[in-house]
């Protein structure tokens, strides 16, 4: 019998939906999602075509015991939503830092998902982080919105390299101070 490894990791209440740790059963629908050009091109990691296993192992690495990253499903199941709308990940960095990513499945774009997650996330503060950052595509002004609408101040321009576009890209980068 395999067993589930332990994730200790808080599930988090947002308006319209939970988030919750990641479970290897969202593997089918995260890979359905990320196979999508589109949101692997809106992102630094996930490479398109998208390889088989890609998923799995990135499950299998965000369950692991000794990891920097934690990652929540945007689950809307409890409100007749999909049980996976996107995810967020908090990424632990050096002085009490953490970076926070996110995507949200192309079908449920513009909805605010991204918003209230990224909302949730900084009103948890999970990692006790004192400072969060992150960086969004400077072709993806939406995302730049989730992260101004969610108390974050632009901190500058920079370039980080896309897996799926196999070029480096423009970002805008992002801070937000912590109680």
């Known amino acids: 019998m395999i067993q589930e490894p332990i994730v200790v990791q808080p599930a988090l209440a947002a308006e319209r939906f939970a988030l919750r740790p990641l479970r290897r059963s969202d593997a089918g629908l995260i890979a359905m999602y990320t196979a999508d050009r589109r949101l692997a091109e809106g992102t630094r990691t996930i490479p398109h075509p998208l390889p088989p296993g890609a998923t799995e192992a990135f499950i299998a690495r965000a369950l692991a015991e000794k990891r920097d990253e934690d990652v929540w499903v945007m689950d ?13 990940c908090l990424t632990r960095m050096e002085r009490d830092q953490s970076e926070i990513k996110y995507w949200v499945a192309p079908a449920f774009w513009n909805t605010g998902y991204a918003s209230e997650a990224v909302a949730a996330i900084v009103a948890a503060n999970p990692h006790k982080s004192r400072t969060l950052f992150a960086e969004v595509f ?10 101004t609408n969610t108390g974050f101040d632009y901190l500058g321009d920079a370039e980080a390299y896309s897996v799926a576009r196999d070029a480096t890209v423009p970002t805008w980068t992002y801070l937000r101070k912590m109680g």
Not at 76 to 88: D, F, K, M, T
């Open 138 to 147: 400077q072709d993806n002004p939406g995302s730049a919105r989730v992260l």
């Open 76 to 88: 809307g199941s409890e409100r007749g939503h999909a049980e996976v709308l996107g995810l967020v």
